[in-house]
């Protein structure tokens, strides 16, 4: 098997445009604790947050855990709690919803996403245009 890298993920702060983390730049994670919290109800993303506050002795507050990073943005723009997503849906529900967005200092928050592929073999062309697709979503 072969690690092919298709992207990096930024992970961001999401926030109502009226809670204190929307004047902020940029936070640590470890600042965050306090915080009330909207998360997802499961999945790698989830596992690698509450993984990080695990790491650092944290239990994070959630309020509510939903199933869509769409419904996380709404959720955190009403003042539900912050979010922790992708900066890619962050910027696209902007659009949407009064958001503001801080980054994530900590080095963790920057992923390398990569897909497993048979080595030796090229992909197909099919194949290649997934990835294609994944390293300009």
């Known amino acids: 098997m072969l690690l092919k890298p298709f992207a990096v993920s930024k992970l961001v702060v999401v926030s109502a445009?009226?809670?204190?983390?929307?004047?902020?730049?940029?936070?640590?994670?470890?600042?965050?604790?306090?915080?009330?919290?909207?998360?997802?109800?499961?999945?790698?993303?989830?596992?690698?947050?509450?993984?990080?506050?695990d790491r650092i002795g944290v239990r994070l507050r959630y309020r509510v855990r939903l199933r869509t990073f769409e419904s996380i943005c709404a959720?955190?723009?009403?003042?539900?709690?912050i979010a922790i997503v992708p900066d890619t849906v962050a910027r696209r529900c902007k659009r949407a919803y009064p958001l503001a967005l801080t980054s994530l200092a900590d080095a963790w928050a920057t992923r390398n996403l990569s897909v497993c592929v048979a080595s030796g073999r090229?992909?197909?062309p099919t194949v290649q245009a997934l990835f294609d697709h994944l390293a300009s979503a």
């Open 75 to 81: 959720a955190a723009s009403d003042g539900v709690g």
């Open 122 to 124: 090229d992909p197909t």
């Open 17 to 53: 445009k009226t809670h204190r983390l929307a004047m902020e730049k940029e936070t640590r994670f470890a600042g965050l604790a306090e915080q009330y919290f909207v998360g997802l109800e499961g999945g790698a993303l989830q596992d690698h947050i509450d993984a990080q506050a």
